[in-house]
């Protein structure tokens, strides 16, 4: 699919082979599903594509996107697949500026790279959404660990989402807050820098940050625990002792 083409796959279609689909400014939007055979790649990107995985949608294979070239957008809804040990969007570096999107509800199944490496010119960014459903959560586990090479991960006004197991912000990355972020039977280890324009819920256990910015609240649950050392500014206001979630 090439020079500005588009495929859209429908609930109750079906599309495979050893590469699924292979696309150059191209758009792509499944509802069905999209699955690569043996080592294949389900869907292969090679410039300035995009990617739409609607809710019930799934991209399955030993790689489930491949980004070969870059400014690519992924928006995913449904479940994007790149079975054990293998990866479920991986996408190219170079100087290309990448966009993973996750609505609520939205799973994937092996590792997501943005391509970028932190601290290259060009950033790659983790959008967590609010999505379509008023009043939906999303749940994010493994930031910085199944969630690389993303330099800046944001979360949309309107958005809720919950950090569950272990979650980490290496240095020179930057996580934006417009949204509600609720750290609930996880932690979140931030060594970048958090721009807190909304709400951030430490429930349980703990939230480590470094530099603090913005105008947001944060609030600390019963037993919770929340350590900063970085600066704080004066227009951060702190909530403590708030019952859990």
């Known amino acids: ?88 969007v991986k996408l190219a570096s170079g100087g290309f500026l990448n966009r993973v999107v996750i609505d609520p509800g939205g799973t994937f199944s092996g590792s997501v790279d943005g391509g970028n490496t932190i601290g290259a010119q060009s950033m790659s960014t983790l959008e967590l959404a609010a999505g379509t459903n008023s009043g939906a959560v999303g749940i994010l586990s493994g930031l910085g660990v199944q969630f690389v090479d993303f330099a800046q991960t944001t979360i949309d006004p309107g958005a809720s989402w919950l950090l569950t197991g ?28 958090v721009i807190n324009n909304g709400l951030i819920v430490d429930d349980d256990p703990s939230i480590e940050l470094g530099p603090l910015s913005g105008t947001g609240q944060v609030a600390v649950g019963y037993g919770a625990k929340l350590t900063i050392t970085g600066t704080v500014p004066a227009t951060q206001t702190f909530i403590v002792g708030l019952c859990g979630e």
Request: overall charge negative; charged content about 5%; glycine content about 24%.
């Open 166 to 193: 272990a979650n980490t912000l290496a240095a020179g990355a930057t996580l934006s807050n417009a949204g509600t972020l609720t750290v609930l039977a996880g932690n979140l280890s931030d060594a970048g820098n």
């Open 1 to 88: 699919v090439n020079f500005g083409g588009s495929v859209t796959n429908q609930s109750d279609g079906s599309i495979s082979g050893y590469t699924g689909i292979s696309g150059g400014n191209a758009t792509v939007v499944n509802a069905g599903r999209i699955s690569a055979n043996g080592n294949g790649k389900a869907v292969v990107l090679t410039a300035n594509d995009i990617v739409a995985n609607q809710s019930g949608g799934l991209i399955l294979g030993a790689t489930g996107i491949y980004g070969s070239g870059g400014n690519q957008t992924v928006v995913n809804a449904g479940g994007i697949d790149g079975g054990v040990g293998g990866y479920a």
